[in-house]
């Protein structure tokens, strides 16, 4: 697979953390995120097109999707000490956040999923999820997954509110 791959997001186990051979064999392309912030997955790699079988009955909105394909995404974020960050979270559709190889977070935010009205605008806080950072330097990992319509995310470092 060339660089900034998709793959079949059904023949992965998206809950679980790319194994060192499989993140080493991936060749990372470095990317630029655009204002506000958002890294706009479409500018490197086609959206899928599948039949999302949600669009038209909300009960199915749990099931497997045939055709959705997911890209892998990462950085380090340097800490100078051990503490705890607010990672502020849009993506379209789907995403999973790994730190330090650990699976931290699983989130569906597509069109017609959180309820039958919802747009799946890719918004820089759909969601949060708590960093436990250790003095150094952490490797931050998402898959994100993609059903149609474009696909992307934004992420947010804060400071903990007291």
Known sequence: MGPFA??????????RPL???????????????????FVV???????????????????KRLEPQPGMKVV???TSI????????KLYIGYSDDVSVFLNGKVLFRGR????FRDPGFLGILNPENDAVYL?????????????????????FICRLAELEN
Do not use: C, M
């Not at 998709?6 to 809950?15: F, G, I, N, Q, V």
């Not at 194994?19 to 912030?37: H, K, T």
């Not at 340097?78 to 960050?85: A, F, L, P």
């Open 72 to 74: 892998y995404a990462r």
């Open 109 to 112: 935010s597509a069109q017609n």
């Open 6 to 15: 998709s793959y079949d997001a059904l023949e992965r186990k998206l809950e």
């Open 41 to 59: 997955i479409n500018r490197y790699r086609e959206s899928p097109h599948p039949r999302v079988t949600f669009a038209n009955d909300f009960s």
């Open 132 to 152: 436990s950072l250790k003095k150094g330097s952490n490797e931050l990992i998402l898959a994100v997954s993609e059903l149609g319509g474009g696909w992307g």
């Open 78 to 85: 340097d800490s100078d000490r051990d503490q705890v960050k």
């Open 19 to 37: 194994l060192p051979a499989e993140r080493d064999a991936i060749q990372w392309q470095s990317v630029d995120a655009e204002p506000p912030g």
